[in-house]
């Protein structure tokens, strides 16, 4: 009721039978005064009217012939006229949950006099309550209960009860979502046309684990996808597509986490995020040696815009960019010495993406002085062995583990067959047609020209061609190997073909016997494993290519005294100090495969230097530095070639003025009649 206003009050008897007496009706005021109301009859009973004077509870008893009708004593509230006019509403009226915030509104819009808005809150515990002007005049109320129960909220305006105060608050048990935590740069900020992301952690949520749901609304349509991480977290990952401001609404079971929805102001596109960069030298590689990788910038947005690529570390780097049609730039550098270096890829001037990169850059090692060889490398036929040859024997660093890994349309296993020599053999089947990776290391590192690149073909040659014979199994150096090819029942007609790999090469021959089979012959010059691929029309035979092991020439064998090297020049005989000296190994015409090996003994070391000639020969340098006999000792296959050690005289530097002992006689010839009948030298003077 509110104050100075009439309000009528009905008792309604017709369903309670007749009475001697009539209804009364007594108001007690907060001022104690008892005021009697005056009743008249009405068809359902007594009407009655009071205007109260006081604000406050007013206490109404009512009777009926005497006695007390049903729920009377009545308190009735009169409120001053402006409390009367001011409202609350919302959701946190009627309840909430615990550890969450619940809300509502006051509206004093209405009043019509001037006061002072009032709010408190009982219930099982204390609850902390905020108020906020609106911008509408209104005030918003938000209060936080901490454990459920029943709550009362009294909300006053001017000291009194607005209508309908206290207002009764059914506070239930918390809610999970609560628990549930949201963080991550893609909450708040993020470009255009790239994934911005966040963390969902439901961690200390209570078990079962519930369903999290996540939407974004913005400018434009953002793609959602959520990926559960091995720590029980959710990443969550949108991709805007236009710039400006989104709204994350993350709910858990249904309801909003803490401090959901979120606002992310997303910037407009950056060209330079849409550049990658690929490739192994981005990560390492070695001194000395050029590593590369590749800036791909076809999906960057129009105008296109500069590649700029820089390379710091322990030694100044240029690297070369190579501008490809397709979008691409080759980029490639070499370090010059060990160690950290950064790679800084912009576009535009702005870094790419994961710009800066790390490469570490190793010291060069022997993998760049393994040598692979052999039909294998290139190509093949499936379900066939393909075989090739890793050389060993220049790597400075001897004993390392040699791994070759096959990679392809199908699982291939190879096959190594380390060698004395220092070679190993490989052989692997692919069961598979098409294109194989062979990656080979020497100490975890590839080789010279690794990885290589072979054609597995599918094809092989009629299977009722055949070859046979001993040329196919075994031999000897310098005697012919002969063999036979018959492709009488071929379906199909056509040229056979014999190719023969091996130490040195071997001279074929091949003929067509009368009976139509071909007899075909090789002639190995030097002992050592030889391969024999013999083709049907193109295609290989499906046994070749066969193995055969050349030995020595039949009852000769292998002199270890005279390997057919030599050794010659000014070097081995005369030197000057602290000039160099130079001879020449011919290894050309030797009798079997093997290595040459230079050193020097003498009064102090010598440093050696070795280069091979455009005809086949090594030219040998080497710098003594004092005077003195010095002893040099030159193999081959670990072995001292004829004449070898060479005894060489160094002669103080005072002698360098005499050009005429240190030149190479052996290629100049002597005649006429200063020589005497045996033909030797009778007298030469010769004046320098």
């Known amino acids: 009721m509110t104050v100075n206003k009439e309000r009528e009050i009905q008792v309604l008897t017709k369903t309670a039978g007749k009475s001697t007496s009539t209804a009364r009706v007594t108001v007690t005021t907060p001022s104690k005064k008892k005021v009697e109301l005056k009743e008249k009859p009405i068809p359902e009973g007594f009407q009655t009217f009071f205007t109260p004077t006081e604000v406050g509870p007013h206490q109404v008893a009512v009777t009926y012939g005497g006695s007390p009708v049903p729920k009377s004593l009545f308190t009735v509230d009169v409120l001053p006229d402006s409390a009367s006019k001011v409202k609350a509403y919302g959701p946190g009226l009627k309840g909430g949950n615990a550890n969450s915030p619940a809300e509502f509104t006051i509206d004093s819009r209405a009043a019509t006099s001037p006061g002072e808005l009032g709010v408190t809150i009982e219930g099982p515990k204390e609850a902390k309550i905020e108020t906020k002007q609106n911008p509408d005049g209104t005030v918003g109320v938000t209060y936080y209960p901490e454990v459920p129960g029943d709550y009362k909220i009294n909300v006053t305006y001017a000291n009194a009860h607005i209508k309908d105060s206290p207002f009764k608050a059914k506070i239930l048990p918390e809610v999970a979502a609560n628990k549930v935590k949201c963080y991550g740069d893609g ?67 249904g309801k909003p986490v803490k401090d959901s929805p979120f606002k992310a102001n997303i910037k407009p596109e950056d060209a330079a995020s849409k550049v990658k960069a690929y490739g192994p030298g981005l990560t390492g590689g070695c001194a000395n040696v050029s590593a590369t990788f590749t800036v791909d910038a076809k999906e960057a947005p129009a105008p296109k815009q500069n590649v700029d690529v820089k390379v710091n570390g322990p030694a100044p780097v240029q690297p070369k960019m190579t501008k490809k049609p397709d979008g691409t730039v080759d980029v490639d550098y070499t370090a010059t010495k060990p160690g950290d270096y950064f790679i800084d890829v912009t576009y535009g001037d702005k870094p790419i993406k994961d710009s800066p990169f790390k490469a570490k850059i190793v010291p060069d090692d022997s993998a760049s002085k393994v040598i692979a060889y052999g039909p294998g490398l290139t190509s093949g036929n499936a379900n066939a062995p393909a075989t090739f040859t890793v050389d060993t024997r220049n790597a400075p660093a001897k004993g390392q583990k040699v791994d070759v890994n096959v990679k392809g349309p199908t699982p291939v296993k190879p096959n190594l067959k380390p060698k004395a020599d220092g070679t190993v053999d490989v052989d692997y089947t692919a069961t598979v047609p098409g294109d194989y990776t062979i990656d080979v290391t020497y100490g975890d590192k590839p080789i010279k020209d690794s990885p290589f690149k072979a054609n597995i073909t599918k094809d092989v040659a009629d299977s009722r061609v055949r070859a046979y014979g001993p040329g196919l199994e075994k031999g000897n150096a310098q005697q012919v190997c002969a063999f036979t090819i018959d492709s009488r029942k071929a379906a199909v007609p056509g040229p056979v073909g014999v190719k023969v790999h091996g130490p040195k090469e071997a001279k074929i021959d091949m003929k067509q016997n009368p009976d139509g089979t071909f007899g075909a012959s090789y002639l190995p010059t030097m002992p050592g494993e030889y391969t024999v691929e013999v083709t049907h029309c193109d295609k290989p035979l499906e046994e070749s290519p066969f193995k055969v092991k050349i030995g020595p020439p039949t009852g000769e064998p292998i002199d270890s005294t005279d390997s057919g090297v030599k050794a010659y020049g000014p070097g081995l005989k005369n030197a000057v100090a602290e000039k160099p000296a130079v001879f020449t190994v011919d290894a050309r015409n030797a009798k079997y495969p093997g290595a040459i090996g230079v050193g020097i003994e003498g009064p102090k070391e010598a440093a050696i230097d070795t280069k091979q000639n455009p005809d086949g020969t090594v030219a040998v340098t080497y710098f003594p530095t004092e005077q003195g006999e010095y002893t040099i000792n030159v193999t081959y296959d670990d072995k001292p070639i004829k004449e070898s050690p060479f005894k060489c005289k160094v002669r103080p530097s005072a002698y360098e003025k005499k050009p005429v002992a240190e030149t190479d006689l052996s290629g100049v010839k002597v005649y006429g009649p200063g020589l005497n009948p045996e033909g030797n030298l009778a007298h030469l003077s010769l004046s320098a």
Request: glycine share 4%.
């Open 187 to 253: 909450l708040t900020t993020g470009c255009a046309m790239q994934p911005a992301v966040f963390t969902v952690d439901t961690r200390e949520a209570p078990k079962p684990e519930k369903k999290i749901d996540v939407k974004v609304n913005g400018p434009a349509h953002a793609k959602v996808e959520m990926k559960k991480k091995p720590d029980t977290t959710t990443e969550v990952t949108y991709l805007p597509t236009k710039p400006g401001d989104y709204t994350i609404d993350v709910t858990y079971d």
